[in-house]
């Protein structure tokens, strides 16, 4: 369960790294029809092991 | 009359209207009853948002600011645990809201801290999913 934070009177949840990963799905889809560059590249593998992490 | 059981720790696992059978607890929990009528036991401890109460509310990522409404008749705090961090809000006329922001996407469950007081159950847990 996701922790959350008390801001300005607000009660905040703290990002799922796997859900927010989850949240950039149609962007990562949409890089694969280009030339990635070796940081988009590493951020997409760092996405995707994020969310194979939560799967176990 | 309500028949409470309670688990080995003294939190209130369930209630009903009806009489359970001592036979059919577990190991540790415990039995007991309260004078006093269901639908008054159950408003003691209440959440809702957008008018809904004792269901999952799922909304949408960034789709603002989330009221809920705590309700606890004739109580000036009420302890209310959210993801595990307890808070406790001032009532007035035994009600409070507090809000909750969907930037970031997940869940939120809310449900009274003092669970040997409060059965975190029915119309007193609040789960809301942000996707």
Partial sequence: M????????????????ALTARVQHASDIALLKKELSPPELRGLLERILQRLDALE | MITIIRNPDRSIKTYSEFSDDPAALLPGE????????????????????AGRSGETLRFPRASGD????????????????INGQVETLPLINGQAALLLGTEVPGTFVLKPADTARYCPAGQAILVIEVV
């Fill in chain 1, 2 to 17: 996701a922790g959350v934070i008390k801001s300005e009177g607000r009660f905040l949840l703290q990002p799922d790294p």
């Fill in chain 2, 30 to 49: 415990s039995l007991e009853t309260v004078n006093a009528a269901f639908s008054e036991y159950s408003r003691r401890f209440t959440l809702a948002c």
């Fill in chain 2, 66 to 81: 989330l009221t809920v409404e705590v309700r606890c008749p004739g109580e000036s705090t009420a302890a209310l645990d």
